[in-house]
């Protein structure tokens, strides 16, 4: 909408010397009507979204700790966090390993949850409910004190382990497999990435496969061939979402790790990180800092999918 | 953007904008009632809501309290002071007192006692742990004391006797081995990991005629108190006298996830106000007794510390009727007999000789234990740095869960807790 009234201002112009009264009579006639209408939506954007982001750019140069006026100390909180903060490396590193692994594991199980889906059972839209339920349920807090039951010493997981006679570890209180717990929790919310797929699969023309069946060629090959290479606009669109939300994931931690991000910080996620520095310390400056580089971060791994896409996601043009 | 109102085509969403701006500006209107903020359980919330309404009745002050939990109410507290919302009454801890009174987030209340205040008789230590830089910040709203729950019938099914006030550090491993020859309820431990329970290190150092922190914020103890510190629970631990570092773990702050709830150690160091607590989650019979001594006839690690208080928002338009909610709050009989000792024991003699025979067994049991710490008793230690909570959750409760994991030694942790902690100092 912003365009073509735009072109239309500039046509103005061109026309011959417009006083600035007829500008903001032709704005008043034209275009604020429209930008009316929108004002929800800008108030919104610009007082929820644009402002607290300009201004936590800005509190990212300054030592602001919620009770005092901030002081500009420059680029002093970026330097400390790259130099001088174990902590921020070891936040990291919880955060890349949970993304490294949770998002293809994701992926590969919500696709696998699809294929199954697509051979056209019956009862086929309860299914997708069901499996769609977790996405639902999944960052709620309920579901992290569930998690935190099933996986305790004596929780469910372990019940049935000792049914085949193993005697299984506190898996959320040992500091080698509580990730993992976590991770196993995001593979589980398969819903919405599987919801996408199943829609990418009805895409693809079923001639294709009798050809290729005709042709002799194996299940295998048809996937290889023809499911997976059609599919790849699917998987991009899944595979950047699904990141973006892992680099994201707060909640579960939070609660699982009653907001401490223990055992020995082998859960504290990046954002849990940012959580403790900007409400637990009070260090609302460097925790600006530290969202400004999630959010770089984030970007930067967009950008990369984005340049290599051309590479492997095929388009059928 | 500028808007001017007027134009016929402002008329179609003219009611929209109004919407808008009403819900902008709404909050500003709420602001007539006294605001109390505090933080705590729902049995906290009920007494306290009751003694705001019986404090409406009374002076016709209009009161609109609201509670969270520990962990979400200083978060909230923060960001309503930063956005100059701060509430007019606020629950205020040992640990902030200072960071928020030099700030002026809280507001001195000197110039109400002896008019709305009353605080004759008010328990001098206690009025004292609510001064910074010699000006009254906050009243202490009952005193309590670290304090160590004891399972008694666990003990009891064990056939030992249950610890008392004189219990040393040695005799845990003692009693270790009577638990765990005799085995009871899967494999019960004596006593829970409290390697990285900040008082607990705390109590310990002050009966080495230490501290953790001096009066001006700097550390108090050195690298061979840590280590010592480390090595001893790293013996208990290897000697299977203490939960597992893995069942520790499970411990993630709220109640329900500690060792005695759950019922993996039959002894954990806790708080005394926070029996009563306790006990409506524990089947078992419970009672308290004092940390364990260093060595026999060791005292003076324990102390009674301002459970909480009461101070006054630094920006509230209402600072005299928040001084008088303050003072019924700690003298009014009715208000007393509804707060009981949930908060600790109160500070005034007047309300601890109205609230004693109303206790029950739990509360007398709390009472008594602050009333009677003989010899466990010392000074009260300085108010620790701002900084404090920082070196509590970053690297007393890590550090003592790498050693329990075996991820560092004792060594390695003690050295780490002093330097990690001059750094944290520094930098504040």
Known sequence: MSVQHSSRATTTVVDGPVSRGSLWSRFWQNDAPGYLFLLPWLIGFFGLTVGPMVTSFYLSFTDFDLLTSPDWVGTDNYVRMLTNDPKFWTSMRVTMFFVVFSVPLKLCFALAVAMLLNRGIRGLPLYRALFYLPSLLGASVAIAILWRQIFSGDGLVNQVLALVGIQGPSWISNPNYSLWTLIVLSIWQFGSPMIIFLAGLRQIPSDMYEAASLDGASKWRQFVKITLPLLTPVVFFNAIIQTIEAFKSFTPAFIISGGTGNPINSTLFYTLYLYQEAFGFFRMGYASALAWVLLALVGLFTAFSFLTSKYWVHYDE | ?428
């Open chain 2, 1 to 428: 953007m500028t808007i001017r109102l007027g134009r016929r085509q402002f008329l179609l969403g003219s009611s929209a904008l109004a919407a808008a701006a009403a819900a902008g500006i709404s909050p500003a209107f709420a602001q007539s009632a006294l605001r109390l903020l505090f933080w705590g359980g729902q049995d906290r919330a009920d007494r306290t809501y009751a003694v705001s309404d019986m404090f409406s009745e009374s002076s016709g002050v209009e009161m609109a309290p609201e509670f969270l939990s520990w962990s979400d109410y200083w978060p909230k507290l923060a960001t309503q002071t930063a956005g100059g919302n701060a509430p007019d009454i606020v629950q205020m801890d040992y640990r902030y007192i200072v960071e928020y009174a030099t700030r002026n987030a809280i507001a001195p209340l000197d110039e109400f006692v002896g008019g709305a205040l009353k605080l004759d008789n008010f328990d001098p230590d206690q009025l004292e742990g609510g001064k910074v830089g010699g000006e009254l910040y906050g009243i202490s709203l009952g005193a309590n004391s670290v304090a160590t729950l004891v399972n008694t019938d666990a003990f009891a099914e064990v056939g030992i006797d249950a610890p008392t006030n004189a219990w040393t550090y040695d005799d845990i491993m003692e009693m270790a081995e009577a638990f765990n020859s005799a085995n009871i309820r899967g494999g019960m431990k004596v006593m829970s990991d409290g390697s990285y329970t900040e008082p607990m290190l705390h109590n310990w150092l002050r009966q080495r005629g230490k501290e953790l922190y001096t009066p001006d914020g700097q550390l108090a103890f050195d690298e061979d108190d840590a280590i010592e510190w480390y090595t001893l629970w790293a013996k208990l631990r290897e000697a299977g006298a203490i939960v597992s570092a893995e069942d520790q773990a499970l411990d993630s702050g709220p109640l329900e996830t500690t060792m005695i709830v759950l019922g993996k150690s039959a002894l954990m160091p806790s708080n005394s106000n926070q029996l009563v607590a306790y006990q409506t989650l524990v089947q078992d019979d419970l009672n308290m007794i004092g940390y364990p001594r260093i060595a026999e006839g060791v005292g003076g690690g324990h102390y009674r510390k301002p459970s909480m208080f009461f101070s006054v928002g630094g920006s509230s338009a209402n600072k005299e009727a928040a001084a008088e909610f303050l003072n019924f709050f700690i003298s009014d009989p009715e208000a007393a007999k509804v707060l009981g000792v949930e908060r600790g024991i109160p500070c005034l003699p007047s309300t601890r000789e109205v609230v004693a025979p109303t206790l029950d067994e739990k509360g007398q049991i709390a009472l008594n234990f602050v009333a009677n710490l003989g010899d466990l008793l010392g000074a009260l230690p300085p108010p620790p740095p701002p900084s404090a909570g920082e070196i509590d959750a970053s690297l007393i409760r890590t550090l003592g869960q790498e050693v329990g994991f075996g991820a560092k030694s004792p060594e390695q942790a003690g050295r780490d807790l002093v330097s990690g902690a001059k750094d944290i100092l520094s930098r504040s």
